[in-house]
């Protein structure tokens, strides 16, 4: 058993279980709920002074929590860890809210990302581990050490499935061309772009196609899908020029509004999301998810032994 301590919030338990099941140590005791009024309280259940100890919480919404409701206990329960004198505290993170709003794109807004890693730092944290950031600068909001991993290995191992002469990679917009680029490179394999012009926070229009996908199987594969819209787009365009099949592979199955209506009614043959989300009992069968426990597991175990995790980047 490993000379560790994780800790778990109550965002994401089901994977906080696969990972301590990974490390074969068991999640240590807390009490962590609410006031009568909402506030959270944490209280921790075991001596940690001198520990290395991990808390493992997505801050995303879950059932009965918001997206705050779990920024938050993940704040209180890291302060409540730096004042029982843990050794070091590391916030396991597999999805990081508000990473889209890393930016000042128009004036008199926040750079929210900043704000949440000035929360984080100042709470006491050590260092943090989390998985596909929207945005890499977000890694320089913060001053202590921050490890993003990255789901390539998970997404390498479905898209080994197929012949690389019937695949394409495809990038949802311009942005992410690039990593969408090292896995065609990667596989050996054809890539595409999908153009797009937005026009509101959370909708966007598939309006250029450059690449060649018909009869083809094509692979969207991006970081966040929210309402769907941009992906629904973009399977569709592809659909429209010949592809064979579309499927996609998202790291954050965030799902907001109508999504799941949406995909239900696309052209996508599947849709695979990592588990670092808890996905809805209500979405379509079409959607399946993949495990980062593993990842982030072996990515935690090297951590507390200070041992190099870039050979999980491979």
């Known amino acids: 058993m490993l000379d560790l301590f994780l800790f778990s919030g109550n965002a994401h338990p089901r994977l906080a279980e696969d990972i301590a099941a990974y490390l074969h140590t068991p999640p240590r005791k807390r009490i962590l709920d609410r006031f009568a009024d909402g506030e959270v309280r944490v209280e921790i259940g075991e001596n940690v002074r001198g520990r290395d100890c991990f808390v493992i919480q997505p801050t995303c919404g879950s059932p009965g929590a ?36 890393d930016r000042k794109d128009k004036p008199r807004v926040p ?35 921050v ?12 898209l080994g499935k197929f012949d690389p002469a019937e695949l394409v990679i495809v990038a949802p917009d311009a ?47 991006d970081d966040i899908v929210s309402t769907g819209g941009t992906m629904v787009n973009a399977a569709r365009l592809l659909s429209e020029r010949g592809a064979k099949s579309v499927r996609a592979a998202v790291t954050h ?28 009992p209500d979405a379509p069968k079409m959607i399946r998810t993949i495990s980062v426990a593993k990842l982030m597991g072996e990515a935690i175990r090297r951590t507390h032994y200070d041992l190099s995790i870039s050979v999980l980047f491979l």
């Open 66 to 101: 918001t997206v705050n409701d779990n920024l938050m206990e993940l704040l209180t329960m890291v302060d409540a860890l730096r004042r029982a004198s843990a050794r070091r505290v590391t916030a396991v993170v597999p999805y990081f809210g508000y990473a889209r709003q």
């Open 111 to 145: 750079i929210t990302a900043k704000l949440v890693a000035n929360l984080l730092t100042r709470a006491g944290l050590d260092r943090l581990l989390t998985l596909d950031l929207h945005a890499g600068q977000i890694q320089g909001y913060f001053d202590i050490p």
């Open 147 to 158: 490890d993003n991993l990255l789901p390539r290995p998970l997404f390498l191992r479905e």
């Open 175 to 221: 942005g992410s061309a690039k990593i969408n680029r090292s896995y065609a490179d990667r596989l050996d394999c054809g890539f595409a772009i999908v153009d797009k012009s937005r026009y509101s926070t959370d909708a966007s229009k598939a309006l250029t196609l450059i690449g060649e996908v018909e009869g083809r199987h094509c692979f969207i594969i």
């Open 253 to 280: 199955g965030v799902f907001a509004g109508k999504a799941f209506e949406k995909l239900a009614g696309s052209v996508f043959t599947e849709f695979i999301v990592t588990d670092s989300i808890p996905l809805r």
